[in-house]
């Protein structure tokens, strides 16, 4: 299974943009697509997952703000990401949750001036 992203760079304070993961490879049964970051420094953390039937789960400090959806048909899932702030500046990783098995993106860079 492989992960490919798109989206994310440089962007102005209150801006948006979007991200895009498309999975691909042998793929029975995705339970959940989303995304995590990682600021250097800092831990990773969760920024959106969505489940197959759409259930949605989103840290703390984008409620609001992003929004996640997938297409399940194509196995690609999309954020929205709207109000961007510098602290939203990171790596975000792409994360699949399919057949019992985790797989990451290798990540792709959103840094938000102010």
């Known amino acids: 299974v492989q992960l490919a992203e798109s989206g994310g760079g440089l962007v102005q304070a209150g801006g948006s943009a979007r991200l895009s993961c498309a999975a691909s490879g042998h793929i029975f049964n995705i339970g959940a697509m989303g995304w995590y970051r990682q600021a250097p420094g800092k831990q990773r953390e969760l920024v959106a997952l969505?489940?197959?039937?759409?259930?949605?789960t989103y840290g703390e400090s984008v409620k609001g703000r992003f929004t996640i959806s997938i297409d399940i048909s194509i196995y690609t899932a999309h954020l929205e990401m709207n109000g961007l702030k510098p602290e939203d500046t990171a790596v975000y990783y792409c994360?699949?949750?399919?057949?019992?098995?985790?797989?990451w993106g290798q990540g792709t860079q959103v840094a938000v001036s102010s």
């Open positions: 994360y699949l949750w399919a057949d019992e098995i985790g797989t």
């Open positions: 969505i489940g197959r039937a759409g259930t949605t």
